[in-house]
């Protein structure tokens, strides 16, 4: 447990400062240390993959924690859509062959 409560850490960390690329280093360093210990310690079983996985979840939830405390606070901070909302935007003629609303389609 007390483990994965600093690997929780250290992914809300990398997360409140770095992007993806840290976290799957961090992921894949986990599991090349981890891994070779329990095979070198004669300790690898169905129980320990199972804690490997606790491990990861434990990292990744950290990332996915201090990525959304990393965004921006303001409404105003996050960049603008491409598109006009609904209201906003205008209606478009028909294109081609295409059929307006207002047109009697003749079904």
């Known amino acids: 447990m007390i483990i994965a409560g600093i690997l929780f850490l250290i992914g809300l960390l990398i997360g409140l400062s770095h992007g993806y690329p840290a976290i799957i280093l961090a992921s894949a360093a986990t599991t090349l240390i981890v891994f070779p210990t329990w095979i070198f310690r004669g ?50 003629p028909p294109e081609h062959s295409e059929t307006g609303p207002e047109q009697d389609r003749g079904e």
């Not at 606790?54 to 990393?70: D, H, K």
């Open 43 to 92: 300790e690898f079983g169905l129980f320990v993959v199972l804690v490997w996985i606790g491990y990861l979840f434990a990292l990744q939830a950290g990332f996915m924690l201090g990525s959304y405390l990393a965004l921006p606070d303001e409404l105003e901070d996050l960049p603008e859509p491409d598109r006009p909302p609904r209201e906003e935007a205008k209606p478009r």
